[in-house]
């Protein structure tokens, strides 16, 4: 955990009775909750049905996945996933795993930008970066790993497919560092790669870990440990890999500064594991080092000051989403504890509209299956049915006034209009608008004169065919889009009346006043000529 005594004045505790006290704690202690973020096909999806299968969540690898046939699939109430074969959902997916209570965080892994991906991660106390050992970083796990970064969340790594030709290792370790300016501290060692894999050094345990080729990663694989200096591993992965492990290691025990967790913590540091999550090789050994290392739910800032986990009762809402599955056609707001204990049926307040509610229909979600939650620690992402007064950054407490002051929040960067194929659906299109852009899939800037249909905002492309997509399969409704040559939007600020007076003709679904622009030359222009107001990125009274 983060300590508390650092930003500043902290939240009072409430005295609650000493078992109540000690048995959240313990929850707290044990909870983990943590993203995997990756460059599409790196292996995240593999990575987590492997992780599940040693939680025991599933029975089979393999139902996690969009490919998997006859399984229910976790996503499969969307045909654009499947079509393209993406996760665009964001859900929470929970195991057991040595005592230890993990919550998954999916994030959807393609090319595309999304805000959804980026609240995701301010749900996650820790991340996973897992890497293709043939490619080393990419382009979207250098994004994702910003956005870590920028939060100041651990990051650890696992190199993937060892069981193909892979770079360097010393070189991927290297590009790593320099790409993503983050230290990296191996704590296993690969033994040769590709057809000649054998197995992982534990730099750590000092033992080996064989990897035997098992049918398709069906199974768990079986594990043998030796002494690196046993001869018989001489015999076992041959004279030459041997002879180079045993100078790797040397090399590594020499030049590599130990691992410094405190590091890890601040995100300065990340511990790197090899293995092949496809062959079920590494994962096991990884999760167990993972629960021992990553964090567990720290306090977080709010405007009442730090709130430490053990205060109590407050959640945020970092996602929302209409539509789940076609049995449960409601809105979910997904909320992350984050101080206290959750019951259901608790009365809270709703921080940012003063509104008293009562959350008692609160679930988990797990493929197509919903499960009441009857409570809930720090940590724990609950799926709450939302009436339509949640939005994304929202509070709910059983302090009245919490609020997060820092919730990410995003400037689109692309912007389309569209048109309505069929004028007599313009009802339906209007709902699937507003409860499209309330959860956030896209933003809405309407023209003032109304005569026009209005703009969307995005911070990447894919999030406009994914709302084409979801007004079709959800509303009923076929839209055409047009992106536009616009590039900004900025907020207008200052005195009222000048700002009145301003020529305008946009506003955003709260009915501020914005201005889209083409590039920076025309909102400096802009700015030049109008000197008394403000153009900002974001609205001022967030
Ligand atoms: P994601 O896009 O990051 O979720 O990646 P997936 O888990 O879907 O994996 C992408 C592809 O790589 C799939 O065809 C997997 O079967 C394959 N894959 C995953 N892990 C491994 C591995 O350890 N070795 C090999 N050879 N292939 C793997």
Same mark, same amino acid.
């Given at each position: 955990?983060?300590?508390?005594?650092?930003?500043?004045?902290?939240?009072?505790?409430?005295?609650?009775?000493?078992?109540?006290?000690?048995?959240?704690?313990?929850?707290?202690?044990? %909870?983990?909750?943590?993203?995997?973020?990756?460059?599409?096909?790196?292996?995240?999806?593999?990575?987590?049905?492997?992780?599940?299968? #040693?939680?025991?969540?599933?029975?089979?690898?393999?139902?996690?996945?969009?490919?998997?046939?006859?399984?229910?699939?976790?996503?499969?109430? =969307?045909?654009?996933?499947?079509?393209?074969?993406?996760?665009?959902?964001?859900?929470?997916?929970?195991?057991?795993?040595?005592?230890?209570?993990?919550?998954?965080?999916?994030?959807?892994?393609?090319?595309?930008?999304?805000?959804?991906?980026?609240?995701?991660?301010?749900?996650?106390?820790?991340?996973?970066?897992?890497?293709?050992?043939?490619?080393?970083?990419?382009?979207?796990?250098?994004?994702?790993?910003?956005?870590?970064?920028?939060?100041?969340?651990?990051?650890?790594?696992?190199?993937?497919?060892?069981?193909?030709?892979?770079?360097?290792?010393?070189?991927?370790?290297?590009?790593?560092?320099?790409?993503?300016?983050?230290?990296?501290?191996?704590?296993?060692?690969?033994?040769?790669?590709?057809?000649?894999?054998?197995?992982?050094?534990?730099?750590?345990?000092?033992?080996?870990?064989?990897?035997?080729?098992?049918?398709?990663?069906?199974?768990?694989?079986?594990?043998?440990?030796?002494?690196?200096?046993?001869?018989?591993?001489?015999?076992?992965?041959?004279?030459?890999?041997?002879?180079?492990?045993?100078?790797?290691?040397?090399?590594?025990?020499?030049? =590599?500064?130990?691992?410094?967790?405190?590091?890890?913590?601040?995100?300065?540091?990340?511990?790197?594991?090899?293995?092949?999550? =496809?062959?079920?090789?590494?994962?096991?050994?990884?999760?167990?080092?993972?629960?021992?290392?990553?964090?567990?739910?720290?306090?977080?800032?709010?405007?009442?000051?730090?709130?430490?986990?053990?205060?109590?009762?407050?959640?945020?809402?970092?996602?929302?989403?209409?539509?789940?599955?076609?049995?449960?056609?409601?809105?979910?707001?997904?909320? %992350?504890?984050?101080?206290?204990?959750?019951?259901?049926?608790?009365?809270?307040?709703?921080?940012?509209?003063?509104?008293?509610?009562?959350?008692?229909?609160?679930?988990?979600?797990?493929?197509?299956?919903?499960?009441?939650?009857?409570?809930?620690?720090?940590?724990?992402?609950?799926?709450?049915?939302?009436?339509?007064?949640?939005?994304?950054?929202?509070?709910?407490?059983?302090?009245?006034?919490?609020?997060?002051?820092?919730?990410?929040?995003?400037?689109?960067?692309?912007?389309?209009? =569209?048109?309505?194929?069929?004028?007599?659906?313009?009802?339906?299109?209007?709902?699937?608008?507003?409860?499209?852009?309330?959860?956030?899939?896209?933003?809405?800037?309407?023209?003032?004169?109304?005569?026009?249909?209005? #703009?969307?905002?995005?911070?990447?492309?894919?999030?406009?065919?994914?709302?084409?997509? %979801?007004?079709?399969?959800?509303?009923?409704?076929?839209?055409?889009?047009?992106?536009?040559? #616009?590039?900004?939007?900025?907020?207008?600020?200052?005195?009222?009346?000048?700002?009145?007076?301003?020529?305008?003709?946009?506003?955003?679904?709260?009915?501020?006043?914005?201005?889209?622009?083409?590039?920076?030359?025309?909102?400096? #222009?802009?700015?030049?000529?109008?000197?008394?107001?403000?153009?900002?990125?974001?609205?001022?009274?967030?």
């Amino acid at each position: 955990a983060r300590p508390v005594e650092e930003a500043g004045s902290a939240v009072q505790v409430p005295a609650l009775p000493i078992q109540e006290r000690v048995q959240l704690a313990h929850e707290i202690a044990r %909870r983990r909750t943590f993203a995997i973020i990756s460059h599409p096909d790196a292996g995240k999806t593999t990575i987590t049905e492997k992780l599940l299968l #040693y939680g025991g969540a599933i029975q089979q690898a393999g139902s996690v996945t969009a490919h998997a046939g006859t399984a229910h699939t976790k996503s499969d109430w =969307m045909s654009i996933e499947q079509q393209r074969g993406i996760s665009i959902s964001s859900s929470a997916l929970t195991f057991e795993f040595a005592g230890r209570h993990i919550n998954l965080l999916d994030t959807p892994g393609h090319q595309d930008f999304s805000e959804d991906t980026y609240r995701t991660l301010a749900a996650a106390d820790s991340a996973l970066m897992v890497l293709d050992a043939a490619r080393g970083v990419q382009a979207q796990t250098e994004k994702l790993f910003a956005v870590c970064k920028n939060r100041g969340i651990p990051i650890l790594t696992f190199v993937n497919k060892l069981d193909r030709p892979a770079q360097d290792i010393f070189e991927l370790l290297e590009g790593l560092e320099n790409t993503l300016g983050i230290t990296a501290i191996p704590l296993t060692w690969p033994i040769g790669d590709g057809p000649d894999f054998k197995g992982v050094y534990d730099l750590v345990a000092k033992q080996v870990l064989l990897f035997e080729r098992v049918a398709r990663g069906k199974s768990r694989a079986p594990v043998s440990v030796k002494s690196v200096d046993d001869p018989e591993l001489g015999a076992l992965v041959g004279a030459a890999l041997h002879a180079k492990l045993q100078e790797d290691v040397a090399l590594i025990e020499g030049a =590599m500064p130990p691992f410094d967790h405190a590091a890890f913590l601040a995100g300065e540091l990340t511990p790197v594991f090899f293995g092949s999550a =496809m062959n079920n090789f590494g994962i096991e050994h990884f999760l167990s080092t993972f629960v021992e290392l990553a964090p567990a739910p720290g306090a977080v800032k709010t405007t009442l000051g730090v709130r430490p986990p053990e205060a109590g009762f407050t959640g945020f809402i970092f996602k929302l989403q209409a539509n789940m599955s076609r049995n449960h056609r409601d809105r979910t707001a997904f909320m %992350r504890v984050a101080s206290g204990h959750f019951v259901r049926g608790m009365d809270v307040t709703h921080t940012r509209t003063g509104r008293k509610l009562r959350l008692s229909q609160a679930h988990t979600l797990f493929a197509q299956e919903r499960e009441k939650v009857e409570d809930a620690y720090p940590g724990d992402i609950v799926g709450l049915v939302n009436p339509g007064v949640f939005r994304i950054g929202d509070v709910v407490s059983v302090d009245a006034k919490v609020q997060l002051p820092d919730f990410p929040r995003f400037t689109p960067e692309v912007f389309a209009t =569209m048109s309505l194929r069929d004028v007599t659906k313009r009802k339906a299109f209007q709902k699937g608008l507003d409860q499209l852009s309330e959860e956030g899939v896209v933003q809405v800037f309407y023209p003032t004169d109304g005569a026009r249909d209005p #703009y969307l905002g995005a911070v990447g492309p894919l999030q406009f065919e994914v709302f084409q997509a %979801r007004l079709q399969e959800e509303y009923g409704v076929e839209i055409e889009m047009h992106i536009t040559s #616009y590039s900004l939007v900025r907020w207008l600020a200052g005195d009222d009346s000048q700002v009145a007076r301003f020529a305008r003709s946009v506003e955003d679904d709260q009915g501020r006043p914005v201005m889209l622009f083409r590039s920076n030359f025309d909102l400096q #222009y802009t700015q030049d000529q109008n000197p008394e107001i403000e153009f900002l990125p974001l609205p001022k009274d967030l």
